[in-house]
């Protein structure tokens, strides 16, 4: 029996360290006033069509129903949460919501690109503000900061409608295409980029110029400088540039990671409307880590009412080769936990009873299961990681107690069964 | 833009409580020494096909992939967690595995079915022991006691092997049908049901005798005087009957639920080959809560290798009927929240490193997004469940200090800001 290609198996040993990356994305979200949310994982296709045209759905699971209408494996969350938003009138805004879901692309598997994936995602609706902006910004980066990235990333803003302006200023005739080649800019040779904005724009001089500025990375200072350096590039841009510059000073004011400006942030998709930002590793390694911006044109597609809104969405895989190269992929030390055997021929429902007086004091505890030897049991017990093994034989019941086997030290202490709770509370507790 | 049928948006006020049977389960699977695992959403439609033939199939999502292979939404957990076990060899045994994850099943909507919906799904591997059922028992009975359903509901648990044994000394000449038809007992009108067993048994008497006998709660003393009072019944049967027994009187002893011996719960799937359980209302209301049983067979028919194997399946649907019913489906009271409010014309970054500092103490922390006016944003402050409101304008600033409005008295104080933390932490702490 094989797994369909390019799906996981997630073991125990993965399993609990990914767990982490729930427990602090929960915990960052519910810090920042931020409620969860749960959706179908399936959809009608056509909600990505309205959104993205037909190149996203080239890459979905999409099938038939059995009335031949077209479903699909959501590949994304943002059509689906702005569809709950609209169905519900009743909601005071901002409304803000997060959600940890798992998706689907039908791409071709790669690391870091599997075609099923986790995904975090926040968004706010309502507020059109700097403050909303640095608000899931600053949640983003906190996030990372909890799992154990603090200073291992580096946050690039950038804002589609200053660039825009920035394009439609420096004289270019199809700002769509010149977006799209931007967004290709670290996968070509430098000159063959600097040829195709030159193509473009139509002037050699201003794509030189433009080009050195593309991931030239910027303080807020930096970009207020620029603009009022170069007046004809930046006219009538004076609110965009200080809105984008005060976004990041708002952001740099939260935590102390890093958070630049690069006006070669773009992301691909059209619907962007202000702020957009990724996160990369500080070294450069990886596809980025998270993305997200300003969309406040999507509500509006869909229900004809507009919603300003601004999101970030945070996949698993790249975040695991992450959390994997800095040493941050590594299960917590554990609660001690307990194990309690099985004497060959004993009464196994006192030994029930024992290990419910355990779990009752919020201790982890298994159960001998087979009626192997006690030296085999206390194997187990070790290579499971307990720290304490329980035997309660005839010879224990007799006295009303019970003998406690550290199986680190392999020191035996009898112990009654009325002080066998605080024994173990003392036992268990962290050192 | 609308939903697929037979699917739910989960809105926060349902999710959150939703998250109390995630939390829950995974508290109790981890004080029982069961780790979490995670697996793909798609398989291959025959992995189902050699569990349990085409029935199943019929009612799942399946389509094919571009390579023309029938894949499917996975309907259940027992496959792909059987699968993954014989993928490794390496595990020592026993394996104590959980998982909660998403499955899809093509059947008609109705309440307490849906075509998506949540399982918890928790299994032991290795031993076929008594306490290895037990525990899987008890571990469900935990979890329901958890969440709030103690005393509200009963498990009923039978022997597959025992039936077996039983409906053959009885003369039944197609036990597999005797099973489907006791598998239907509570949908059939009491005559019609008799008048199939008697067709199937060819005595009227034992079958009225059977009949009575199916559906009636025993205790594990009550099987025991019925085996030894029927002992052409329960020929060679006497080890399996004590099992049966043993199990109940086990799990009866790690917690004060009720469970009972009921010879009418077979479950259908034919794959069970010991014990047997299921969890209902007390009442008698709604389908089964929770379900499992022994299935040994299941690893040697993907891997050659013989793996015995007990488990138990819970979904979503009916746990939120029951959880409504019994009032546990309510959101627990909250841990105090705060709003830092954005006085007209202030400067923003002081509130944003104000809601870092909030944050920092383990408080939620919403902080204003828009430039209402103050009394707007303390009334969004209270519909958001905050309790207390921190202003910041130019008059507190100069003193080093911030307001703290407590949303419910309304009372104010000024405070200063080298003793906000402290002002904080005694504020929000539990009263």
Do not use: H
């Not at 007046?231 to 841009?237: A, H, Q």
């Amino acid at each position: 029996m094989e797994r369909v290609r390019g799906f996981r198996d997630i073991y125990p040993e993965d399993m609990e360290i990914r767990e982490k990356i729930f427990r602090e994305s929960d915990t960052c979200s519910r810090l920042f006033g931020f409620r969860k949310i749960d959706f179908p994982s399936v959809e009608f296709l056509d909600l990505y069509r309205m959104k993205s045209g037909d190149e996203l759905v080239q890459q979905t699971f999409s099938f038939r129903d059995r009335n031949q209408r077209e479903i699909t494996l959501i590949p994304e969350a943002t059509p689906t949460v702005v569809r709950m938003l609209t169905a519900r009138k009743d909601l005071p805004r901002p409304v803000r919501w997060y959600s940890f879901q798992k998706f689907w692309r039908y791409e071709e598997p790669q690391a870091g690109r599997m075609r099923e994936f986790y995904q975090y995602n926040a968004d706010i609706f309502g507020p059109d503000s700097m403050e909303a902006d640095s608000e899931i910004i600053m949640l983003s980066m906190r996030i990372l900061d909890s799992i154990g990235l603090k200073k291992r990333y580096q946050i690039r803003v950038n804002n589609r409608e200053m660039m825009q302006a920035l394009l439609e200023n420096l004289g270019f005739r199809d700002v769509q295409k010149a977006f799209q080649a931007i967004d290709r800019m670290r996968k070509l040779p430098a000159d063959q980029f600097l040829d195709e904005i030159s193509s473009l724009i139509g002037s050699r001089k201003d794509s030189t110029e433009l080009v050195e500025l593309l991931g030239k990375p910027m303080t807020a200072a930096d970009l207020r400088s620029l603009a009022s350096g170069r007046k004809e590039w930046f006219s009538g841009m004076d609110d965009v540039v200080e809105r984008t510059a005060r976004t990041v000073e708002l952001c740099s004011s939260g935590s102390p990671s890093e958070i630049v400006i690069d006006l070669s942030i773009v992301r691909g998709l059209s619907y962007y409307t202000g702020i957009v930002f990724e996160a990369f590793d500080a070294d450069g390694e990886f596809r980025s880590i998270l993305g997200g911006g300003r969309y406040n044109g999507l509500a509006s597609t869909f229900s004809g009412e507009s919603i300003p809104a601004v999101g970030v969405g945070m996949g698993d895989a790249v975040l695991e080769l992450m959390m994997r190269k800095y040493g941050c992929w590594k299960t917590d030390i554990t609660k001690k936990s307990v194990y309690v055997c099985r004497p060959p021929n004993s009464d196994t429902s006192v030994l029930a009873g024992i290990a419910a007086t355990v779990r009752n004091l919020g201790i982890a505890c298994m159960t001998d299961l087979s009626s192997r030897s006690l030296s085999a049991q206390f194997k187990d017990a070790a290579r499971s990681g307990c720290a304490y093994a329980i035997i309660c034989g005839d010879a224990e019941r007799e006295k009303e107690s019970v003998t406690i086997k550290n199986l680190e030290s392999g020191k035996q202490e009898l112990v009654r069964l009325d002080s066998l709770e605080k024994f173990l509370v003392e036992a268990t507790a962290d050192s």
